[in-house]
């Protein structure tokens, strides 16, 4: 009977693929792999683990009968929890760990936008790899990035930029590029052209997007790493891990085509020019504004729509890029109008040694359809659309400056009113008497002279000077709101409009109604000028 060495031996000297697993070889007193942690090896760092900003929080989904993790942060993985783990047994380990549905609808959706915007800024083919990554074609337009290596490190700022831990892989194959990017060993992975087998060798069979059942046999049959399948012939490797399985690995190597299907961009009106020769001048730059406004107006016109947002990007010789942007408050496809607003971003756009190529995109647009002008060419209507004002002064001081006041149901006077659409229909305001400039918080009154409870201040002390009061009308007593917050159950303010010797009128209230200490302090301040 052979001995235990002479059997080992005989083992050693076996492919691997045909080594049987150690649980075949009679032995008892092996340590069986933990059931949730033997899938993930964990490394121990040898610095300090780093301090998390947030709680270790951890996606469970419903995997077959039971939840499983399917996603976790750097803190939990660092506390020993991985995809795959049974929630129950991940809440065992961790009580305090922060726990979350996926959303797999959800991450289906970003992955979309991410994928529409990978073709509109970098390669027209780009497309989804579910669950949780992105296919980008390079070729022909890497050049336009500064190359392979620049593309992916900007990538990878932008991605830090949005909040998404990425891992970018650049390779001849879009299998290879799939397999380094979630196996590889570092973020960041360009294989050189002609060396994808090698790069992709050690590798887990995993990374070839195999079927579980194929990834089955595969252990089965002693196949770890992909380089353990390179040498094996095709035929008897189909027999055991099947076709798709040979597929796979041929796409992965180059062998089999596997073409990217991208992502259709719906088509946003757009209009270009390329020059024969680079431009500089402000007189040039207005008339490709022009010229690219008219066949941009032909293309909505035809499709029904108006702008509500157009974006220049003038491209110069050294291959950078000049973008400008306007928006107008209603749908519009008048060129005059968006030209008058082009022309306002002009001063911003520097040329360089040249422009040398234009296009226009109208990212945001909306339906536009006929207009009736017959009541306005009767006279019938007096109404005029301000719509044009607003955009220009929009243009010169920005949209954020340009609002309408409109009232608000509240008896507080700061709660009264809300910045509104400068193009909307104005509300009804209450018949109250208001100062036409009401401060945004009322200010305080010092050395107040006033005969309590209830008439109004004599003389009163604001932003150092002294006030004296010879006519006054009040009071108008407004209540809290104290549905709000529990401040405003009891507090009452005393409004009074006053005029000091010289004719300013102003709006002061009292806090408080003289009688109970809970409706307020008896603290006087200054609302509001009248004129």
Request: proline residues 9%; aromatic residues 6%; contains cysteine.
């Amino acid at each position: 009977m052979p001995s235990r060495t002479d059997v080992e031996a005989q083992i050693a000297a076996l492919p691997i693929h045909a080594q049987p697993p150690m649980r075949e070889l009679g032995r008892r007193l092996e340590a069986a792999s933990h059931p949730y942690k033997a899938a993930v090896p964990v490394r121990r760092p040898s610095a300090p683990a780093p301090a998390f900003q947030h709680a270790p929080m951890a996606l469970i989904d419903k995997v077959g009968r039971r939840e499983e993790v399917v996603a976790v942060c750097d803190g939990a993985r660092a506390l020993g929890i991985h995809p795959g783990m049974a929630a129950s047994h991940a809440r065992a380990l961790v009580s305090d760990l922060d726990f979350r549905p996926a959303e797999p609808g959800g991450d289906a959706a970003l992955l979309d936008r991410l994928a529409l915007l990978a073709v509109r800024r970098w390669s027209p083919i780009a497309a989804v790899t579910p669950p949780d990554g992105l296919w980008i074609d390079l070729a022909g337009c890497d050049h336009l990035h500064g190359g392979e290596e620049r593309f992916c490190r900007r990538l990878l700022a932008f991605c830090r930029r949005a909040g998404f831990t990425a891992r970018v892989a650049v390779a001849d194959t879009a299998g290879a590029a799939y397999a380094l990017a979630r196996y590889g060993r570092t973020d960041l992975i360009r294989v050189e052209p002609g060396a994808t087998a090698s790069a992709i060798a050690p590798l887990p069979i995993v990374a070839l997007r195999l079927t579980p059942t194929a990834i089955s046999a595969a252990r089965r049959f002693g196949f770890e790493t992909i380089a353990d399948l390179l040498p094996v012939a095709r035929g008897p490797l189909a027999r055991r891990l099947g076709l798709p399985a040979i597929t796979r690995l041929d796409q992965a190597l180059g062998a089999v085509a596997e073409p990217i299907t991208p992502r259709e961009d719906a088509e946003v009106p757009i209009a270009e020019r390329r020059l024969l020769e680079p431009i500089g001048t402000a007189e040039a730059i207005e008339q490709v504004m022009r010229d690219l406004l008219h066949d941009l107006a032909g293309v909505l016109q035809a499709r029904g729509l108006g702008a509500r947002s157009l974006r220049l990007t003038g491209l110069r010789v050294d291959g950078t890029e000049q973008i400008v942007a306007v928006g107008t408050s209603r749908p519009t496809r008048e060129v005059p109008h968006l030209l008058r607003l082009l022309k306002l971003r002009i001063e911003r756009i520097d040329p360089g040694m040249g422009l040398e190529r234009f296009w226009l995109i109208a990212p945001h647009t909306e339906p536009l359809d006929a207009v009736d002008l017959g009541a306005v060419l009767a006279g019938e209507t007096q109404v005029r659309d301000p719509s044009r004002l607003v955009d220009v002064i929009a243009g010169r001081i920005g949209p954020q400056w340009v609002y309408r006041i409109a009232p608000v149901e509240s008896h507080v006077p700061e709660r009264a009113v809300i910045r509104s659409d400068p193009i909307g229909l104005p509300g009804k305001w209450p018949a109250w008497k208001r100062p036409i400039r009401m401060f945004v918080r009322p200010e305080p009154l010092s050395n107040v002279i006033a005969l309590m409870p209830d008439r109004p201040p004599r003389r009163f002390e604001w932003r150092g000077r002294t006030y004296r009061i010879v006519a006054g009308d009040g009071p108008e007593r407004i209540h809290g709101e104290w549905w709000r917050r529990d401040a405003e159950v009891w507090a009452i303010r005393d409004y009074y409009r006053v005029e000091d010797e010289e004719g300013g009128r102003f709006w002061v209230f009292r806090r408080g109604d003289g009688f109970e200490d809970e409706t307020g302090d008896l603290s006087w301040w200054i609302h509001g000028v009248f004129g």
